[in-house]
């Protein structure tokens, strides 16, 4: 793994993208189960339970978030 992308890992986890963290994304309610999986700068996903109906769902991440974990590594 490249060193940018453990670095957006890491500050995308001092976020709050995290495991075992229950977080509300787009509406639904999930209990994060994975780490940040990052494919692309633009492009990060996190695996999710939905609270409702108990799907494990695989989730990207908003770009503004994106957006801001990279410009604090700045």
Do not use: H, W
Request: hydrophobic share 45%; net charge positive.
């Amino acid at each position: 793994m490249m060193a940018a992308t453990v670095n957006l890992c890491d500050r995308l986890k001092r976020l709050g993208y995290t495991r075992n963290v229950q977080m509300k994304l787009y509406g639904e309610t999930f209990e994060l189960v994975s780490d940040p999986i990052v494919v692309s700068e633009k492009l990060v996903f996190v695996d999710g339970i939905e609270k409702k109906s108990g799907e494990r769902r695989r989730i990207r991440i908003p770009l503004v978030v994106l957006r801001m974990a990279q410009t604090t590594a700045a």
